[in-house]
């Protein structure tokens, strides 16, 4: 039996948010993140990848251990929506290991959980520096990463992925 590793690289990501934070202890968010990176597949020395993005969109709750009055305060996230696998490149040609799996050219969105915690920290009155960390997980793409006949895919991807950023609150 030969070993195949598949997923998806991480490049770097991007991407905006949207909260409110109208209780002491609980907040809101709604978070679109572009993810760059690129389905592969590799066994022994044999190597290939398509090129591609991910694109997500979430509704997230922030769980505050202190509250709105405090300049420091820790977090815990969890939500979910969307994610959409989309490819920008062409398929391999010809597939490098087509008995096992092969990458295709087809787009695919799947529901997605988000998971994480952070930390804000208010610099001033309106300016709030933040770190996050969180955690995308989906189920495997399928669809552009297809097992061969009477083959299997399963699991849960996951995609770590750590923020900074500077908000303006109002």
């Known amino acids: 039996m030969r070993a195949v590793t598949t997923g998806i690289r991480n490049r770097f990501a991007a991407g905006v948010v ?35 993005q991910s694109h997500t ?10 509250d709105r009055e405090h300049r420091m305060r820790p977090f815990f996230a969890a939500g979910g929506g969307a994610k959409g696998y989309v490819v920008a490149g062409p398929a391999p ?16 969105w799947k529901p997605v959980i988000s998971l994480g ?3 804000k920290f208010t610099l001033y009155k309106n300016i709030v520096l933040r770190a996050d960390f969180r955690d995308y997980l989906t189920t495997f793409p399928r669809r552009q990463i297809v097992p061969a006949a009477n083959g299997t895919a399963r699991g849960i991807f996951q995609q770590f992925t750590p923020f900074f950023g500077v908000s303006y609150t109002f």
């Open 18 to 52: 949207f909260g409110e934070d109208l209780f002491n202890h609980l907040s809101g968010e709604i978070r679109y993140l572009y993810h760059d990176g690129h389905a592969f597949l590799s066994s022994g020395g044999v190597k290939a990848d398509m090129q591609g």
């Open 57 to 66: 969109l979430t509704y997230d709750l922030l769980f505050h251990l202190k």
């Open 93 to 108: 040609f010809p597939q490098p290991i087509p008995n096992i799996a092969s990458l295709v050219t087809v787009d695919e």
């Open 117 to 119: 915690g952070g930390v």
